[in-house]
């Protein structure tokens, strides 16, 4: 199918290859200059068989009724993307459509999981599954950031969000309501409106972190080695769940005197070139063939249960999977190794992001200062 959209065709059916050599179906619909995806729930499957074939052919011949349907119907004006009415009554209807485009297009897990994470908390806060967009006032929206200051984790419901959520929240928040007001379903963005005083402010984060000495009693625990080896892989290399999860063998490069780790990283999608040391290297399991994954890692919601759950009698720190980056950071620096070295070590485009390990160091150093008070 070719990429434009020609002035005479509203809608285009196109084809968004997933898992198992599967097409997803979809609309790309183009109407006085704005653009909108339908995902149909409509799916091609790979033809092996006469039977596949005319599955095919008839899933083909129901998009195709589908799409006819919607050229008519915007052509009436009767299903115009400004007078959706189910999606203009209810907010929670929008939001979810957009976090299911967000997963479908880009496949990336984070985003999309952070929009169903912030749907979830408003839903709380208002005790529904319905939400008018009419409801959504400069009074609403201040009252949610009050609710979030107090608000309990949806993954560990005895304690607080942090402060770092809180703000995600707010922002995915105001990013839907801009949504909305492009696509004239909603006239207004009350958070606009509201004091940059009002609203939750990026805190100075309490990292926490492993000494070697608590990664070496973490290398002792029996647990599941599908979460054991990424997170303990993590501890040696730095890099976030999100790119071990990504790992796979075509992205370990062997030369004369090393061997390299090179990927794009998820975050920031920059290069990145990594030599593994003895311990990562340990860690590895047998090697497949380039296109197969090096781990088969759980979801990190999952993963860091199981870590909590195996640590919390040895180690009096909550450990998830993102403390091993963490971890990597202050090893390195104890080592005595550049704080700039670090940074390009970690991927962060800016040495300032790094500077916050430093300000751990300076305490540690303190502490360990502090103990000559004794003699």
Partial sequence: MSKGINSKEIARLREKPIKND???????????????????????????????????????????????????????????????????????????????IKK???????????????????????????????????DFCVRFIEYLKTAKSTIHPTENITGHTQLLYVRNFQ?????????????????????KELKPRKHEVDIKYLTAEEVKQIE???????????????????????DIKALK?????????????????????????????????????????????IFDLPANSYSNVVLRNVTANVIKKRVTFHVARHTHATLLLNKGVS?????????????ATTQIYAKIMGSTIKYAIDKLNDL
């Fill in 22 to 100: 599967c097409k997803s179906l979809y609309l790309d619909i183009y109407y006085k200059g704005k653009r909108q995806y339908e995902f149909l729930n409509l799916y091609l499957v790979p033809e092996k068989t006469a039977t596949d074939k005319l599955q095919n052919k008839e899933t083909l011949r129901t998009a195709q009724a589908i799409k006819a349907q919607r050229i008519i119907d915007l052509n009436n004006c009767n299903n115009d993307l400004t007078n959706n009415q189910l999606v203009r009554a209810n907010f929670f209807d929008f939001a979810t459509k957009i976090a299911d």
């Fill in 104 to 138: 479908e297009l880009t496949g990336e897990r984070g985003t999309c999981m952070s929009y169903y994470a912030t749907i979830r908390q408003i839903k709380q806060f208002v005790g529904s599954e319905i939400l008018p967009f009419k409801d959504i006032n400069k």
């Fill in 175 to 195: 990013t839907l309501l801009n949504r909305a007001v492009k696509e004239d379903i909603n006239t207004k963005n009350y958070f606009q409106q509201i004091d």
């Fill in 220 to 242: 002792l625990l029996e647990f599941d080695n599908n979460i054991k080896k990424p997170f303990l892989f993590s501890c040696y290399t730095g890099l976030r769940y999100s």
């Fill in 249 to 293: 063998w075509e992205n370990i490069k062997l030369t004369e005197n090393l061997i390299l780790l090179q990927l794009k990283t998820k975050k920031t999608s920059k290069n990145q070139y990594l030599p593994l040391n003895q311990k990562a290297l340990e860690l590895l399991p047998d090697r497949k063939t380039d296109n197969d994954f």
């Fill in 339 to 351: 704080i700039e070295t670090v940074s390009e070590i970690l991927g962060h485009s800016n040495v």
